[in-house]
């Protein structure tokens, strides 16, 4: 279990024990650094010329300054195949791109299972998802959910949990977030199954389940006889090879997400991102932002969660040790656990051989290769935006601005001035996202809780390159489980916090709705 890391950490657990509002930012700001970044600060003149950056703008007649650059100088020229979210940082050093390309490499590595010959290839489940980063991750775009229930899941899983009653026995995470909110909803993984289901096993080795998915459509009016349709999934584990689930199970269906950004959003300061959250509403309009929590396992302590469908990851290595620990069963020194998510009950698995023989670390990737992946991933730049000063896409950044959308998907921030990241360094970037957790509604709920987010919450998705997706992925499925099959689609799926915006484009003249998919289209 991780230790509670330092004197101030308890201080902070006192102030924040109220659960106050007063309490939960003073425990949050103090906190939530980020250790991992090399941060020069930002001057009195500097935070003075960022607000007006990144304050929203009022005039819709033409594009603003640097909009056309949605990753700021890491930006690169939009392609029109399936290479688009392929690219390495625009503004990446030259000696550096040959780490991206071994980071690349690392990414599209087909794992193996173990023993084998391959001692740098080995060490592939025994239980998985995926035999390598890219089979979910295609083209380092959004993964394919199944059409139906004939459909094979390419790139989908379900993440499985149970509720845990009563407070003893915490983690040092838990009690973190129980000082903050009394109510945070506890969980744990299966105890036979662990955090996901994986459909695949090694040779000797049963898959733990077949996914599987039903829909049911559901017709929407809109304004000016125009009607939409959408489609309410089921979601099943079927065929389960290792009895049934513990009561009260929790399943949640998960996409993997596109790649793009990944650097420039975990160089977004965290103050700026707490500065937006707005737990108990205080403003009134609606929209109460929450930051997710989650513990480093690098530095030990508690970081600003950004990473995932609900934020689940406070940096670019962890998530990527994550995958490879959960998806692959490849260990790491973040996550040592060579059988991957198998549990102390599936004894078969946990005996299974595994590829940590003959590597310096003892584990089946080590820090380097992990390094290098991290990189990759850091650095797969934002393509730049199209037909910003188009007429139809201008009067769509509108509709988007006045309706409203903005209030969670927010537009622009500046990236931390960074002494050894130059790619990122101090970039104006457009990632249309506050990071934060938003209650979207019964529609969307998958009633399981991870960490401070409630089974209602999500972390608002980045919008940038959304409208290259059928170009990349060869499809047009959005939402953390792909159930959405157009932009309109997603849009009509937002609830909770969202739902008057939602009632809003149902409502507004088509030519406007037509003018908002447009402008979508085109970040």
Request: aromatic share 8%.
């Amino acid at each position: 279990m991780p230790r509670l890391c330092c004197p101030a950490f308890m201080l902070t657990l006192a102030i924040a024990g109220a659960g106050s509002a007063m309490g939960d930012t003073v425990a949050l700001n103090r906190d939530l650094v980020q250790p991992h970044l090399h941060v020069v600060p930002r001057t009195a003149q500097e935070t003075t010329r960022i607000a007006k950056a990144v304050a929203p703008t009022t005039d819709f007649s033409g594009a603003e300054p640097f909009e056309t650059n949605s990753g700021g100088g890491a930006t690169v020229r939009a392609r029109d195949n399936a290479d688009a979210f392929s690219l390495v940082s625009g503004n990446a050093p030259f000696e550096r791109q040959l780490d991206f390309q071994l980071g690349n490499g690392l990414f599209t590595k087909i794992w193996v299972s173990s023993p084998s010959s391959t001692l740098a290839s080995d060490g592939l489940g025994p239980l998985f998802n995926a035999r390598s980063c890219q089979s979910c991750h295609l083209k380092d775009g959004r993964g394919h959910p199944p059409e139906g229930p004939d459909d094979s899941a390419v790139s989908i899983f379900l993440r499985v949990s149970v509720p845990v009653e009563g407070a003893e026995h915490m983690s040092a995470i838990e009690s973190y977030l129980h000082a903050l909110d009394p109510n945070t909803e506890r969980t744990a993984p299966d105890p036979v199954y662990g955090g996901q289901l994986q459909d695949f096993g090694v040779q000797g080795h049963a898959a733990e389940y077949s996914f599987g998915v039903t829909y049911k459509e559901t017709e929407i009016a809109l304004s000016d006889g125009e009607t939409a349709s959408l489609r309410q999934p089921s979601y099943r584990a079927a065929n389960l090879g290792y009895g049934p689930l513990a009561k009260g199970a929790m399943l949640s269906p998960r996409v993997a997400p596109q790649m793009i950004g990944l650097g420039l959003v975990e160089a977004i300061p965290a103050q700026d991102i707490l500065a937006l959250a707005d737990p108990d509403d205080a403003n009134g309009d609606g929209i109460s932002g929450v930051a997710q929590v989650v513990w480093s396992h690098e530095y030990d302590r508690p970081m600003l969660g950004r990473f995932g469908h609900k934020a689940g990851q406070p940096t670019i290595r962890q998530q990527s040790a994550s995958a490879f620990a959960g998806d692959i069963g490849i260990s790491s020194t973040l996550f040592n656990t060579p059988a991957g998510d198998c549990t102390s009950l599936q004894t078969k698995c946990r005996a299974a051989p595994n590829g940590s023989t003959g590597t310096d670390a003892l584990t089946e990737i080590n820090d380097e290769g992990l390094d290098f992946v991290t990189f990759y991933s850091r650095n797969l730049a934002v393509p730049e935006r199209r037909d910003v000063d188009d007429p139809v896409v201008l009067r769509g950044k509108e509709v988007f601005y006045r309706t409203g959308c903005t209030s969670c998907h927010i537009p622009k921030f500046v990236t931390e001035r960074l002494a050894e990241q130059p790619e990122q360094s101090f970039q104006l970037i457009w990632p249309y996202s506050d990071l934060l957790l938003h209650d979207m509604g019964e529609g969307l709920a998958d009633m399981r809780p991870e960490g401070r987010a409630n089974g209602r919450e999500w972390r608002t998705a980045p919008l940038w390159g959304i409208g290259l997706t059928e170009t990349v992925s060869g499809h047009s499925y959005f939402l953390h489980d792909g159930r959405a099959r157009s932009l309109l689609e997603a849009v009509l799926w937002h609830g909770g916090e969202a739902a008057n915006q939602r009632d809003a484009v149902i409502d507004m003249p088509a030519e406007s709705r037509a003018a908002l998919i447009r402008y979508l289209e085109s970040l």
